[in-house]
């Protein structure tokens, strides 16, 4: 994996230290004890994202299968992790032994450091990347990648002009961080780490001092970021969206913050992995997109995107894990689509539909509309039980900043909800519209959806 001609000048940093290419070889993130991990499954629970990328890459190739564990993963479930990881070594700064692992193995956090993307040793194994995702009982997924699967979309040969600085307001333990991760590892570039601990704005001003050019986040992590005054700091090329369903209104706010950058949105899922991107600054996807890579094919069937490729995960590891893929071989996003105009719009998740009066309601189709009010920065549409209807409609909405301090908020949830009427049926206009200072954010990014 080591990107030929890397220059000593690059480095990967996190909130609290910054390694250079030269200071990060001949170094070990095991004390080299790594061998005494070969062929085992490891959970890598670390608490740095710098600790994680590091072990990531010295257990590449030596370790069985290595599970990535994301620091919101609550205590109670680990046992459950382990357990279905066949967990028999554990990486971690902190006290996991507790939790059952047999004969687990468990190092310190180091401070010497190898480089992301250069490989120690010689390969024994095609090692399993395991990534948890959300499941419907409230335990998660365990979604089985290998590196091929996880690096089929990236183009290592892409030539970018100058220097190049990757960041990302994902977790390296995220399918979409660790794209980024192995997207710089992969071409040679400098990687800069965020910190679910740090400030927005304080990530945002050492993104924008460390030169970062490239920078990625869902469509929540955006919104918040433009709250913020530091947003102004950075000077991006390029701006990428993934991960949740994106809004024009989104799309417009970063193209007026950054008018010199490429803003490209894409399509990709720990499940099936990345899918297109969209370079043209619209909601949706054209029709085209469908057949346009040959690497990739797609297909709307029952009203959701499926995609088969080999960026596909292989399986959901357990003995009652449901199956990943349909018998034809295809992942079903279960995102749904419909076709309007010769473009593909994205109204939901299928999962998400909330039923008011026995017709479907996907809360998405109707944040795109709040969204293009002109005071509003981000909503959160909701169910609410209803003895009546089965569910209403509500809406949390966070005010732009510069409307923030109107005293005369009832004016401004009124408005919204005029605005709503005039482009929504009937069935869809919330009920209530309440004014909220902020909407919580997962560590995968997504707005956290609650129904009341």
Request: hydrophobic share 40%; with cysteine.
């Amino acid at each position: 994996m080591c990107a030929s001609g890397m220059m000593p000048r690059r480095f990967i940093e996190d909130a609290s230290e910054r390694v250079t290419c030269s200071d990060l070889f001949g170094g070990s993130a095991l004390y080299g004890r790594g061998e005494e991990l070969e062929g085992r499954s490891v959970l890598l629970a670390a608490k740095g994202q710098l600790t994680t990328a590091c072990a990531l890459v010295e257990l590449d190739g030596i370790a069985r299968r290595i599970i990535l564990c994301p620091p919101d993963v609550p205590l109670e479930n680990l046992p459950y992790v382990i357990e279905t990881g066949g967990v028999d070594g554990i990486v971690s700064d902190r006290t996991l032994t507790k939790f059952g692992a047999p004969r687990p193995l468990c190092f310190s956090a180091c401070s010497r450091r190898i480089e992301p993307g250069c490989q120690i040793g010689k390969a024994q194994h095609e090692t399993e990347w395991i990534l948890l995702t959300s499941g419907t009982t409230g335990l998660p997924k365990l979604v089985v990648h290998t590196l091929a699967s996880l690096t089929a979309a990236i183009r290592p040969g892409t030539n970018e002009e100058g220097e190049v600085v990757w960041s990302t307001f994902y977790d390296i333990r995220r399918y979409g961080g660790l794209q980024i991760l192995l997207r710089a590892a992969l071409t040679g570039r400098s990687m800069v780490l965020s910190s679910a601990e740090e400030p927005v704005g304080d990530f945002l001003a050492r993104a924008a001092a460390a030169g970062v050019t490239h920078i990625s986040g869902t469509p929540s992590h955006w919104r918040r970021a433009l709250m913020s005054p530091a947003a102004q700091l950075l000077k991006p090329k390029y701006v990428r969206l993934s991960g949740e369903a994106i809004d024009q209104a989104v799309l417009n706010h970063l193209r007026s913050t950054y008018p010199e950058a490429r803003i490209v949105h894409a399509f990709a899922s720990t499940e099936a992995g990345v899918a297109f991107e969209v370079k043209d600054e619209k909601t949706g996807f054209p029709a085209s997109a469908l057949t346009a890579d040959p690497n990739v094919e797609m297909k709307i069937e029952e009203g959701t995107l499926r995609i088969r490729s080999a960026g596909n995960a292989q399986c959901y590891l357990g003995e009652n894990a449901p199956a990943l893929k349909r018998p034809d071989g295809f992942v079903d996003t279960g995102d749904s689509v419909e076709l309007r105009d010769g473009r593909y719009t994205f109204v939901g998740r299928r999962d998400g539909i909330i039923n008011v009066g026995g017709l479907k309601v996907y809360p998405e189709e109707i944040e795109a509309v709040i969204s293009r009010h002109p005071k509003v920065q981000m909503s959160l549409v909701r169910g609410k039980k209803s003895p009546i209807t089965g569910a209403l409609i509500v809406a949390d909405v966070v005010l732009k900043r510069d409307s923030r301090d109107d005293q005369n908020s009832q004016a401004i949830q009124s408005d919204i909800l005029q605005f709503c009427r005039e482009q929504l049926p009937a069935h869809k206009v919330p009920a209530t519209v309440y004014v909220v200072q902020e909407l919580a954010i997962a560590d995968s990014g997504k707005v956290i959806r609650r129904n009341a």
